[in-house]
């Protein structure tokens, strides 16, 4: 079956970095478009990354210049380099897959942490 498997996360203090990596297996990765979301405690999860199968990439406002994200086919892989991190992006960390066609096809991560904090 498919798995999305995210790591990467942690504690880190303001202004430090940390790359989320996101290992996907069960499925043709290179047919999906990938993205990072995140959530805290009673809020709704909201997309922080995008890339598309040609590495078309968006990102959220409040990332942007700050967070990358890329893709490494070969290895089934999605990544999510995270810089000059601030406190407001402490939350749980998603890895999403999705397919559009006649079914859209969704597949969600269990969630990696991040807790940006001195």
């Known amino acids: 079956q498919v798995q999305l498997v995210e790591s990467g996360g942690g504690l880190v203090q303001p202004g430090g970095s940390l790359r989320l990596s996101c290992a996907a297996s069960g499925m043709i990765f290179n047919i999906y478009f990938m993205g990072w979301y995140r959530q805290t405690t009673g809020e709704q999860r909201e997309l922080v990354a995008a890339?598309?199968?040609?590495?078309?990439?968006n990102y959220a406002d409040s990332v942007k210049g700050r967070f990358t994200i890329s893709r490494d086919n070969a290895k089934n892989t999605v990544y999510l380099q995270m810089n000059s991190l601030k406190p407001e992006d402490t939350a749980v960390y998603y890895c999403?897959?999705?397919?559009?066609?006649?079914?859209?096809?969704?597949?969600w991560g269990q969630g990696t942490q991040v807790t940006v904090s001195s």
């Open positions: 999403h897959a999705k397919r559009s066609g006649l079914v859209l096809i969704t597949y």
């Open positions: 890339i598309t199968t040609s590495g078309s990439t």
